[in-house]
């Protein structure tokens, strides 16, 4: 069967790279999506792509950093599907990835703004409809550089490991409501936030590849995989969890970047 026959959710931050193809990904494994992003075109393309193969989806436009967003995201899902069984929470920034002496106070705002508080609020509204139905099923996008380091990474990986910290506790207060919340760890994934962090030099961002064990970075698809998993009943043991989805980038301690 089908790992999301029959249920219905939301994709934050689907416009693009890991979360358009989660997407796409979990209408072919049965569910309905509703797919949030800032870009409506983008959104409107990923939507007419689900229903061309048959799928169900509709687009909200939304920005994930304006707080009166996170209620109206759950409350047109609900709309449309008449529940909200699974959100898989992806938007982020990679912000300004420079030195830390170069960096503003305004680039943490933004960048901590929209890879942790935005969650931290995505979580809170979703889980409250899921608990009110009697469960659900939430995965948050993380990273490995919550845990590795890049030169330049020092507010990203404090927002991305500020995640990992609220994973869970939120685990352990959600559970008794039949609510499980996960976060995958994406080492470098072929996407436009990474070919942007790369932008100045094309050598580097191939050597970043190749320094991945399994030889070449991951692609959206097999990052939404892990998600998808996650997010279906056959995960109904796993809760808590930041799990890297990264061909083995962060065990191998060898760094060519
Ligand atoms: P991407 O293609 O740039 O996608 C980012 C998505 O987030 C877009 O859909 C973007 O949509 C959305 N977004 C950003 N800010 C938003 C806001 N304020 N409101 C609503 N939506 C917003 O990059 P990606 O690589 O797929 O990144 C997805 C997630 O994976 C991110 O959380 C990123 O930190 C994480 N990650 C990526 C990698 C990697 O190597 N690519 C590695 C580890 C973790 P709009 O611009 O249309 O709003």
Known sequence: MALLAGKSGVVVGASSGIGHAAAMLFAEEGAQVAVVA???????????????????????????????????????????????????????????????????????????????????????????????????????TSSWLAIGALPGSTVYSAS????????????????ASGIRINNINPGGIDTEMTREAFRHDAAVLDAFGRAHPIGRMGTPRETAELACFLLSDRAANVTGQAILVDGGYTIAGQRTT
Do not use: C, Y
């Open 160 to 175: 991305k490991a500020g995640l990992d910290g609220l994973l869970r506790p939120a685990a352990l207060e959600l559970a």
């Open 38 to 140: 800032r870009r409506r075109e983008k959104l409107e393309d990923l939507v007419a792509a689900i229903e061309g193969e048959g799928g169900t989806a509709f687009a909200i436009q939304a920005d994930v950093t304006t707080m009166a967003d996170h209620a109206r995201i759950v409350a047109e899902t609900v709309a449309a599907f008449g529940r909200l069984d699974f959100a898989f929470n992806n938007a982020g920034t990679i912000g300004n990835f420079v030195p830390m002496l170069e960096q503003s106070e305004a680039d943490w705002d933004r960048t901590v703004s929209t890879n942790l508080k935005a969650v931290w609020l995505s979580v809170r509204a979703q889980a409250a409809q899921m608990r009110v139905q009697g469960g659900g099923a939430i995965v948050n």
